[in-house]
Nanobody
Framework: QVQTVESGGGLVQAGGSLRLSCAASGRSFTIYSMAWFRQAPGKEREFVASISWTTTSTYYVDSVKGRFTISRDNAKNTAYLQMNSLKPEDTAVYYC?????????????????????WGQGTQVTVSS
């Protein structure tokens, strides 16, 4: 099992930036696609972005396209989410997760059930 620990959240003003990190341990990080999800108060958890194990493919939900960038450093077993031009509606707890199956990536909005190894999340609060 991959264990994930998210960090980098905080309080930022609208228009600001944050970089989230997801440190992974356990089974081989390099052969699993990774994704970021978020959950706002009173709302269901939603997909934000994903990246293939090869690092060459990424996919974003429409609401963050052009503002967020997902990346990974396989040498450091770490995935990242660079968030720019933040908006109050980006306020949520952000989670990273690993795909349950190696060498699989869907270049579209994934099924959340395909991901596991959820961390505790990191809070992102954007003030207006």
């Amino acid at each position: 099992q991959v264990q994930t620990v998210e960090s980098g959240g905080g309080l930022v003003q609208a228009g600001g930036s944050l970089r989230l990190s997801c440190a992974a341990s356990g089974r081989s990080f390099t052969i699993y696609s990774m994704a970021w999800f978020r959950q706002a108060p009173g709302k269901e958890r939603e997909f934000v972005a994903s990246i293939s194990w090869t690092t060459t493919s990424t996919y974003y939900v429409d609401s963050v396209k052009g503002r967020f960038t997902i990346s990974r450093d396989n040498a450091k077993n770490t995935a990242y989410l660079q968030m720019n031009s933040l908006k109050p509606e980006d306020t949520a707890v952000y989670y990273c997760a690993a795909h349950r199956r190696a060498f699989e990536y869907y270049n579209g909005k994934p099924d959340m059930a395909d991901f596991g190894s959820w961390g505790q999340g990191t809070q992102v609060t954007v003030s207006s």
